[in-house]
Each structure stands twice: as structure tokens, then as C-alpha cells.
């Protein structure tokens, strides 16, 4: 991952465009019944942000509408607002976080600077931008408006956020029924076809976002740009959609591998927002300031990508829909160069064929010599494993050891592999111990669908 030297173009910034500030949110619902929000942010005078969302209509919300005044989502749209906003902010790193929609206690500001602090690992990584939890930003409420949790008359039904890799299809599949429904952010291709050949077909929850235009227009201007927490702000969306349906689970599906960091001895992670740590914060977050029912847990959490790719490679009916791959994303493609295309070629090659995968992909990533540097990252040869989520460096290497079994000539890729002191780390370890372990830090309910959990051990014990 190349690291731009952004330190002096941070400092500057920064004393030019000291504060930024979060004015307003507003919504409402349109002639066809959409919930459309907006929120209004500014940088100092000059530098003006209204980035807008809708959430599609569905019949489901008729419950919600018929029972409660449309003001009782204002606490969620102000944290909503809260997690918006750090896109535009991390533009010019404003010093000063200045908040007039709402009012937050002491401790409520401090959760967030965590989240923005280590949301942004990766941003102030690749920026060469050097900071700390206490000095990279306040923030103050100019607001007296306090916020109250609400309760909801919520059932025991599941959103599943659907994203349209092999994760989100698992949790999907062990837990399809007719009361649960998914949720997609921005739908494209992959995500849409994941949900069909689940037998959604159009029964899913629809949230459109946009970016506002006069941040593209500073990111092509030079002003400082990089990776933001989107899972979080998936979080935060997913809890107005559960208000919204009535229903009191959200079932993510990140992995225990989520947790490891992506540069070495550190604390900076790619996936922050996808971690065990962000999960319990967001949960106590929830509890303590807007609903103490609503139950956000990855279904996932007790497995690593290993388990996942065995679980997943038995539903061949995603094997030509299903994308990972964020270059190709838009074209609904896998771009078979990057990073993510690699890793996914990688922890599916123990439990697909090379044909299988062959098919999948539209070529053997093995054979492709470009991509050994991205394999020199996977298997943790350089100080940063690749900035995509990816699992960890162990499983890459005993999903190799495995692969390599399969071939009589190894393609250049294994080849490489097999002369490394990894392999001589990890060639003897048995998968089949590997795939028994489960992660037990997690925060699946005790009642979770029992069929779902017997379905997920009888698989991983083959």
C-alpha cells in the first residue's frame, strides 16, 4: 500500500479551515412514502456539505408510520448525521468538531472520538499523518437539544445487511425465513443477485446514499482523502431500518479474522468497524442512548474466513453471482489484479477445484506472477497486510498448504509459496483442527435459530 506524504498538507489544513461544523439534519417522507434525509455540514465559511439519503419505501414500514409521529427517528438521524459526517470532515481534519444539531455528554463525545480515532487508522496511516486520540480533534455541542431513548415496539425478527460477497451470502442462507429480510446500502449487481437467488427476489430493504459532489470536487483538488469506518455507518443506518421494520436483530456477518490489524504491531486496522471491539462499543452505544432492545450482532463472529469459505463453497448456486471484488465493483466484475480477488481465490481454493474456481473467477490467480507482491502482503511478508478486508495472515498461509496439494505443477503463485519459511510454518498444521476451533467472544443471542448453528457445526465437522 503506498503511503503518501500528507503530513505537511495536514498541518496546513488544518490552520486553515480550523472548524468544522455539523448544523443540521432533516427529513421527511415524499409523495411515494421514501424517508429522505439530508444533513447540512460546513468548513469554516467557504466550504458547504449537504449529503442526502432515502430510504425506499416498503410496506413493512406501515407498521411503524400507522403508530408513532415520524419525529420519533430524530435521535437516530442526529447519529446518523454523526457518522456522515467524518467523510467530509477528514478532508481538511478540521481541529474543532463543532455540533448544533443535538447535544452529547461527556461520555457520549468520547465514544465518538474512539470511533473517528480508530475509524480513521487507515486514513492517517496512508496519509503519513502522525496524531493521537487526544489532540487529532474536539468536540463541542453548541446545542442544548437533548435526545431521550425511545422505545419501539419491536419482534424478534432479523435484518441481514447484504453486501454481495460469499459473508454476507452464508448468514443470508443459515438464516432465510419468511419474518427475516435483508438490507442493502447503494444496490449494485452483486448484491442484488445474492438477494434473488435467496428468494428475496424485490423483498429487501433499500437504502440509496450519496456523496455530496463538492467533496469529489476537494479530493480532485488535493485536499486530503482515504478510507472512512463504512460498516459503522452501515451500523447506524441498519438501527433506523430495524426501527423502521419493527424488528429488534440486526445480523452482520463479520468474522473473527476481523480482528486482526493490518499493519504489524499496531492497532491500526482496516476493518476496525468490522471488529469485535467496535461491536461491543456499538452495542453499549446503542443501550445506553437509544433503544436497550434493539440486539446488533455479527452471526459470524464464532468463525474465521477458513470456516466461512467451507460454509460458503456449499452453496454453488452464488458461485456466478457472488462479488467481493471493490475495483470491479461497479461493473459487477472480478478484476482478477487486486488484492480482495486474491484473498478470495485463496481461502476458497481448499474447498473448490482449481476448475471450479476457474469458472468463478474466468482465470487461475495462480498462474498470475503479477500478483505475487500482493501475495508477498497476504501471507504477511511486508509491514502491512493489503488495506481491504481480508483475513489473517495464518489462514492465507494454511489455505496455500492446502492448495498446493492439488496440483502435480504448481502454478507460479504456489511456487513462490512453497519457498517461503511460511510454508515451513504452517505445512503441518491440520486444517480439519483449524475448522473445528470457534471464537468464543461473541455476541450471537442465546436463542438464535438453532437449525442455523446445527446447520454451521454439521458442515465444518465433513
Not at 402 to 417: A, D, G, M, R, V
Amino acid at each position: 500500500m503506498a503511503v503518501n506524504n500528507n503530513s505537511e498538507l495536514y498541518h496546513s489544513l488544518r490552520k486553515q479551515y480550523p472548524v468544522f461544523t455539523y448544523h443540521a439534519y432533516h427529513y421527511g417522507l415524499d409523495k411515494d412514502k421514501n424517508l429522505c434525509i439530508s444533513f447540512d455540514f460546513s468548513i469554516g465559511e467557504t466550504i458547504h456539505f449537504r449529503p442526502q439519503s432515502k430510504i425506499q419505501y416498503h410496506p413493512i414500514f406501515e407498521q411503524f408510520y400507522k403508530k408513532n409521529n415520524l419525529s420519533e427517528l430524530d435521535n437516530l438521524i442526529f447519529n446518523i448525521g454523526m457518522i456522515e459526517l467524518i467523510s467530509y470532515w477528514k478532508c481538511t481534519c478540521s481541529p474543532t468538531i463543532i455540533i448544533k444539531s443535538g447535544l452529547l455528554d461527556r461520555k457520549a463525545i468520547g465514544w465518538w472520538k474512539k470511533l473517528y480515532y480508530h475509524g480513521l487508522g487507515e486514513f492517517f496511516y496512508c496519509n503519513n499523518i502522525t496524531t493521537d486520540t487526544k489532540s487529532f480533534a474536539t468536540i463541542d455541542c453548541h446545542s442544548e437539544k437533548k435526545f431521550e431513548k425511545k422505545q419501539y415496539l419491536l419482534n424478534d425478527e432479523t435484518i441481514i445487511p447484504v453486501g454481495g460477497g460469499k459473508d454476507s451470502v452464508v448468514t443470508l442462507e443459515l438464516l432465510k425465513n419468511k419474518n427475516n429480510i435483508p438490507l442493502i446500502i447503494n444496490p449494485r449487481g452483486a448484491s442484488l443477485a445474492c438477494v434473488e437467488k435467496s428468494g428475496y427476489s424485490d423483498n429487501f430493504l433499500n437504502i440509496q446514499r450519496t456523496i455530496d459532489a463538492d467533496l469529489l470536487e476537494l479530493n480532485d483538488k488535493g485536499f486530503l482523502n482515504g478510507h472512512t469506518p463504512f460498516s459503522a455507518m452501515l451500523a447506524f443506518y441498519s438501527i433506523l431500518t430495524a426501527v423502521l421494520s419493527c424488528k429488534k436483530n440486526i445480523a452482520l456477518s463479520n468474522e473473527s479474522s476481523a480482528n486482526e490489524a493490518t499493519v504489524k504491531d499496531s492497532d491500526i486496522n482496516h476493518q476496525y468497524s468490522k471488529s469485535i471491539a467496535f461491536e461491543k462499543d456499538f452495542r453499549d452505544y446503542v443501550y445506553n442512548y437509544i433503544n436497550e432492545d434493539i440486539n446488533y450482532y455479527s452471526f459470524l463472529r464464532p468463525l474465521s474466513e477458513l470456516q466461512i469459505a467451507l460454509l460458503f463453497s456449499q452453496f454453488s448456486a452464488y458461485f456466478p453471482v457472488f462479488k467481493s471484488c471493490n475495483v470491479g465493483s461497479k461493473t459487477d466484475i472480478w478484476c482478477c489484479n487486486c488484492s480482495k480477488c486474491l484473498f478470495t481465490f485463496i481461502i476458497l481454493s481448499p474447498f473448490l477445484s482449481p476448475t471450479v474456481l476457474k469458472t468463478i473467477f474466468s482465470v487461475n490467480l495462480f498462474d498470475k506472477e503479477n500478483l505475487i507482491p500482493t501475495l508477498q502482503e497476504l501471507i504477511g511478508e511486508t509491514e502491512a497486510k493489503p488495506f481491504e478486508c481480508v483475513g489473517t495472515i495464518e489462514e492465507v498461509c494454511i489455505a496455500l498448504c492446502e492448495s498446493i496439494q492439488q496440483y502435480k505443477t504448481l502454478p507460479p503463485l504456489l511456487h513462490y509459496f512453497k519457498n517461503t519459511s511460511h510454508y515451513q510454518t504452517f505445512k503441518n498444521i491440520s486444517i480439519q483442527d483449524v475448522l473445528a476451533t470457534s471464537e468464543l467472544n461473541h455476541f450471537l443471542p442465546l436463542l438464535t435459530d438453532k437449525n442455523s448453528i446445527k446447520k454451521i457445526k454439521e458442515i465444518l465437522s465433513k
